[in-house]
């Protein structure tokens, strides 16, 4: 897999993409990620990647020549006529999301762009850009913290990214429900204590109880994934139980 990043920063990329798991997927030859500087295709002295917006107005636009000629450097042409998937992060796109991710390690090919300012010139996303993403209802100053996030999110899917093939199985939103919470050495640790079930021993045992902290833990925080999760019938039956008990536990630290 290949993914490109465009940017008046790409220096801010050095460091996520020198550690852990993206630093082995690409040391593993499994992807190639270049950040590219917007500036390097400007043809101005000031190598000037931004202007006043028409019809005036705060702040500065991204003008669309450097990044026309980027993408065209690329190899990519107007939306949809290449194999490659054209990225723009901003507060106005998509919701992000694992079954967004989950789709974007399809593609051999991803190209992000990342906006600073007021964002870019409208008509790079209405000719060039296929899909518009954002990762979260809040505005950051541009947009490669986002596109950090979405390289993460997507690397780690690629097979043989992690080192257990099975991880990503099993982590949250995988299965439409958030994972259960995890425990490791020691046993007491200031007194406090690892769950009785997983000490068991008794495979059975430990995932009954995952499974239920998964379930419980999904209905206090996001009750939404709830109605698109793929539950058993034994699992609406400990949710019925969950909203019982929480509805008379007035110790519950949710409800305080
Ligand atoms: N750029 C600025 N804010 C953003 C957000 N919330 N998501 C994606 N890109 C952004």
Known sequence: MKIDILTIFPEY???????????????????????WDLREFTHDRHRTTDDRPYGGGEGMVMVPGPIFEALEHLGVDE??????KVIYLSPRGRPFSQEMAVQLVQHEHLVILCGRYEG?????????????ISIG???LSGGEPAAMVVVDAVVRLIPGALGCE?????????NGLLEHPHYTRPRDFRGWKVPEPLLSGDHKRIEEWRRRESLRITLERRPDLLATAVLSTEDLRILDELRDSKGHDSTDREQE
């Open 120 to 132: 870019v010139d409208q008509r790079i996303i209405d000719h060039l850009v296929d899909l518009e």
């Open 166 to 174: 099975s991880s990503a199985e099993h982590d949250s939103f995988s």
């Open 137 to 139: 209802d809040y505005v």
């Open 13 to 35: 990329f050095s460091s996520p993409l020198a550690h852990g798991i993206i630093r082995r997927a690409i040391e593993a030859g499994l992807v190639q990620i270049t950040p």
């Open 79 to 84: 939306a949809g006529t290449t194999s490659s």
